[in-house]
């Protein structure tokens, strides 16, 4: 089973950016997804972008689409979210998160490997 790694969290202005990192190790992710969850304090957990390891195919949350970004650097093993653009509801903790799959979804309970989570506080 492949073990994931968040970074990159901090603290942000509003209109500022930061980039996560999601390192995997102990496994491959070939025939992967990988995909960015957030959850914010009495929140459910939410999704926000998901990547085809192979084929590169992308998908967003209404809400972050034009300011985040997720790619993958597939020699290195990681995954980043770029977040421009930042918001006070963007404020949450982000989770890395992969599965084996041919479809790019969306559904939590889909996902089998997990990350810690990384903080992201944005002010006004």
């Given at each position: 089973?492949?073990?994931?790694?968040?970074?990159?969290?901090?603290?942000?202005?509003?209109?500022?950016?930061?980039?996560?990192?999601?390192?995997?190790?102990?496994?491959?992710?070939?025939?992967?997804?990988?995909?960015?969850?957030?959850?914010?304090?009495?929140?459910?957990?939410?999704?926000?972008?998901?990547?085809?390891?192979?084929?590169?195919?992308?998908?967003?949350?209404?809400?972050?689409?034009?300011?985040f970004t997720i790619?993958?650097?597939?020699?290195?093993?990681?995954?980043?979210?770029?977040?421009?653009?930042?918001?006070?509801?963007?404020?949450?903790?982000?989770?890395?998160?992969?599965?084996?799959?041919?479809?790019?979804?969306?559904?939590?309970?889909?996902?089998?490997?997990?990350?810690?989570?990384?903080?992201?506080?944005?002010?006004?």
């Amino acid at each position: 089973q492949v073990q994931l790694v968040e970074s990159g969290g901090g603290l942000a202005q509003a209109g500022d950016s930061l980039r996560l990192s999601c390192a995997a190790s102990g496994g491959t992710l070939s025939d992967s997804i990988v995909a960015w969850f957030r959850q914010a304090q009495g929140k459910e957990r939410e999704f926000v972008a998901v990547i085809s390891w192979n084929g590169g195919t992308t998908k967003y949350e209404d809400s972050v689409k034009g300011r985040f970004t997720i790619s993958a650097d597939n020699a290195r093993n990681l995954v980043y979210l770029q977040m421009n653009s930042l918001k006070p509801e963007d404020t949450a903790t982000y989770y890395c998160a992969a599965t084996i799959g041919a479809f790019l979804s969306k559904r939590s309970e889909n996902f089998g490997s997990w990350g810690q989570g990384t903080q992201v506080t944005v002010s006004s």
